[in-house]
């Protein structure tokens, strides 16, 4: 069978897709052809994403979205069939984090990190695949761990614990829905440089993580660009249940 990573015809749901990995997640997914629901929970930011996306020829809707509201997921995995007919893939990336030392972190603190990126990737994970057994024709999850997920960092307690997790909800999610022809796999991006973080990167802390990496420098957008096709495509169609980490070895590295 030849590698074929086109999303033609695939109605997709991105979720916490107003900015940064999210939206360009979004924007990629639908450059490859597929017709893309951007969703978050504030609906302007996602009409930004959508237009850049029908800029450049994309079929795109936005939608209001909190994961972790079951009735809030429902309704957008509703207004997706209802505006196309099926769903075909969900990108799992709402997640939230905080730095916070472990004996300082409260419990509102550490029940928002695990609702959003826990909670929320089973509510809509759960909504998606019922959709998708109920058509019949099966489909693709891919959560956004991390490979904090894999290995531990300091002050990120809950988020390392929300995407160990996660990993291992991937598993379950793979596991149980493989009978409904529904794979899922988990990517596992390491430190990609954003807007958000640049600043820090330049610090001398930064510049001191980003030597631990093996290639010596950072993840850039366009590294996830590909994983993310194969995992959604027919590329990995018998890929179901593993972690893909890109991250320019920086598990591999030695402690």
């Known amino acids: 069978m030849s590698f074929h990573a086109s ?48 800029a450049a020829g994309g079929t795109t809707m936005a939608i209001s979205l909190d994961v972790t509201s079951a009735a809030s997921v429902e309704a957008a995995v509703a207004t997706v069939k209802g505006a196309w007919g099926r769903l075909d893939v969900l990108v799992n990336n709402a997640g939230v984090t905080a730095t916070t030392p472990l004996l300082d972190q409260d419990e509102a603190e550490w029940d928002r990190i695990l609702d959003t990126n826990l909670k929320g990737a089973f509510l809509v994970g759960q909504a998606a695949a019922r959709a998708m057994a109920a058509d019949g024709a099966g489909g693709a999850i891919v959560n956004v761990a991390s490979i904090l997920g894999h290995r531990v960092a300091g002050q990120v307690a809950a988020y390392s614990a929300s995407k160990a997790a996660l990993v291992q909800l991937t598993k379950s999610m793979a596991l149980e829905w493989a009978r409904h022809k529904i794979r ?26 980003v030597r631990r990496i093996p290639y010596r420098r950072l993840g850039r957008l366009a590294d996830l660009e590909g994983p993310l096709l194969f995992l959604c495509s027919d590329a990995s169609a018998y890929v179901t249940g593993t972690s893909l980490v890109v991250d320019g070895g920086h598990l591999v590295s030695s402690l």
């Open 184 to 209: 899922a796999n988990a990517l596992c991006p390491g430190y990609v440089e954003t807007d958000l973080n640049r600043d820090f990167f330049e610090s001398e802390a930064g510049a001191a993580l």
């Open 7 to 54: 999303l033609d015809g695939r109605t997709v749901l991105v979720t916490g897709a107003s900015k940064g990995l999210g939206a360009f997640f979004a924007e990629r997914l639908a450059a490859s052809g597929g017709r893309v629901a951007v969703a978050a929970r504030h609906r302007g930011d996602c009409e930004e994403v959508c237009a850049r996306i029908r």
